[in-house]
């Protein structure tokens, strides 16, 4: 494989095995507890409507401000303020933050690195690669998860979240946002993911090559035309989640 400029991961289904459900009834239970508890009195099903109510609008001003946006992100940290300010109470900072965290806690199932990657990030950034993370996450999640995972010591040289850029992949608007902000050529960058539409085929279409590994979070529909052995828009293919792998694949100077 060729030497590249930029490495960069998606986060959540290629690194981490996550699982959340933010449908669940004990979730937003535990939502309306917390916003009750802050002087904003809801009922569950009146608080779940109005979370989804906000994060259609949040979503519809993201399109108003970049017509060209095809897929926005809400942002959350705005949409759980507004739900205090509608029953008139002003949050700061830090309590949008705290109540992001019960959010996240709530519709927690599970949060773990995908055996081995953490070694091969590691082994990649110190053998002199540069690492990038460019993910569809909410700021307001991630940086918390990135600590519990192991994964903000340094590892990374910068990151765009689809939160930062108001836009998910494979939106063109997250590759403009990290371009502008890294200052990199497409063409030196690999784009490593788990999703053939999200993060194989915005980063083609942005000028990245591109590195796909299947791993349980991949679409099914992914898992099915790997495994049949269809040619996809991938550079590389891995059939299977085996850190070992692609380390030697990324950079096959490391023993």
């Known amino acids: 494989m060729k030497e590249y400029k930029a490495y960069i991961f998606d986060l959540y289904g290629t690194l981490v095995d996550i699982r959340t459900d933010e449908s669940e009834p004990k979730v937003w239970k535990k939502m309306k507890e917390w916003y009750n508890s802050h002087g904003a009195d809801y009922t569950r099903k009146e608080l779940r409507q109005c979370y989804l109510q906000e994060m259609e609008n949040a979503a519809e001003r993201v399109i108003r401000r970049h017509s060209a946006v ?24 830090e309590l949008i933050a705290e109540t992001a965290t019960v959010l996240r806690t709530a519709s927690m199932h599970r949060l773990r690195l995908y055996a081995g990657a953490y070694a091969a990030l590691r082994l990649l950034k110190d053998s002199g690669k540069k690492l990038y993370l460019l993910s569809n996450a909410q700021r307001l999640f991630t940086i918390n998860e990135l600590k519990k995972l192991g994964l903000a010591d340094g590892l990374f040289n910068g990151m765009v979240l689809s939160s930062d850029a108001m836009a998910k992949k494979p939106d063109a608007l997250i590759y403009e946002v990290f371009f502008e902000k890294y200052r990199f050529n497409p063409s030196d960058c690999l784009m490593i993911g788990n999703d053939l539409f999200c993060d194989i085929g915005g980063a083609k279409k942005a000028g990245m090559d591109t590195y796909y590994i299947l791993t349980g979070l991949s679409p099914e529909e992914d898992r099915k035309r790997i495994l049949r052995g269809e040619k996809v828009d991938a550079d590389y293919v891995q059939n299977r989640t085996d850190w070992e792998i692609t380390l030697h694949r990324l950079d096959d100077k490391i023993n």
């Open 70 to 93: 095809r897929y926005p992100e809400p942002d959350l940290g705005r949409v759980l303020k507004d739900l205090f300010l509608a029953k008139g109470v002003k949050a700061d900072e």
